[in-house]
């Protein structure tokens, strides 16, 4: 959560915007987690972050944009590895890849540890969440879809550009869901990390060979 960037920008405006926001995202964060997502509202966010009811919305547009704030930039980061893929490397791999070094290199949506249980837990107990959460991973497919053809110098409607899509970003739910449960039950950090990294292996090993003959594997 806090801020969808972790880079500080230079202009002192830029910066008294960025502060604002992450002191919006920590107070809505501490609220969400305290007391659940549905049982908060925009105007106690407000309060909680000392700015008015419209500087909040001014950040976030909708409540759930507050909980999700590193949403754009994982799809930044999907979209990024893709257009600096090594033209000797497939897009699948080049994913699979990706999601070994955003494990390495602590992603802050890649985490699995007590504090992250806070938020997989707030998820879990609001069906407002939960349907924000399905939304995002259907918007992503998409969008990965249009990447992975542009990639691989196909045209952004290719069919086997969405069906490798929609396989990957399965795989890769399969593998956040599981990693966490492994941590909620072991609270081994290193166990996690090793369940969800296995299952995206096995998960783009079954989505190469599905396309086997395309631009994509």
Do not use: C
């Not at 069906?127 to 497919?141: F, G, M, P, Y």
């Not at 290193?190 to 994509?216: E, R």
């Amino acid at each position: 959560m806090t801020t969808p960037s972790d880079e500080t920008p230079s202009d002192r405006r830029s910066r008294k915007r960025l502060a604002t926001r992450r002191a919006i995202s920590h107070a809505a964060d501490r609220l969400f987690f305290e007391r659940g997502f549905e049982n908060v509202t925009v105007d106690e966010i407000a309060a909680a972050a000392d700015v008015g009811r419209m500087t909040v919305f001014n950040h976030f547009p909708r409540k759930e944009d507050m909980f999700f704030d590193r949403d754009e930039e994982a799809r930044e980061t999907l979209r990024e590895a893709l257009r600096q893929r090594d033209g000797s490397v497939s897009p699948i791999e080049t994913l699979r890849l990706l999601a070994h070094q955003l494990v390495r290199q602590q992603a802050p949506y890649l985490l699995f540890s007590t504090a992250s249980q806070g938020f997989i837990e707030t998820v879990e107990n609001s069906e407002t969440l939960k349907a924000r959460a399905r939304a995002i991973r259907d918007e992503i497919a998409e969008e990965l879809a249009v990447s992975l053809a542009e990639s691989a110098g196909q045209e952004a409607g290719d069919p086997s550009a969405k069906l490798a899509a929609a396989m990957l970003l399965a795989g890769w739910s399969v593998a956040f869901i599981e990693a966490h449960r492994i941590f909620r039950e072991s609270r081994d950090t290193d166990k996690a990390k090793a369940a969800f990294l296995a299952l995206v292996d096995q998960g783009s090993v079954g989505v190469t060979a599905a396309m086997a003959g395309t631009a994509y594997a």
